[in-house]
């Protein structure tokens, strides 16, 4: 009995993704708010 690795790594790729927007937002407000 298998686990259901497509899903798995869909919903790890998501989350990753997920992560790399977060940071984008977190660094792009730093560099607005710091001259």
Same mark, same amino acid.
């Given at each position: ?23 984008? *937002?977190? *660094? ?8």
């Amino acid at each position: 009995m298998q686990p259901n690795i497509r899903q798995y790594l869909s919903l790890h790729l998501a989350f990753l993704a997920l992560i790399q927007v977060l940071h984008l *937002t977190e *660094t792009d407000n730093i560099k607005y708010t710091r001259p």
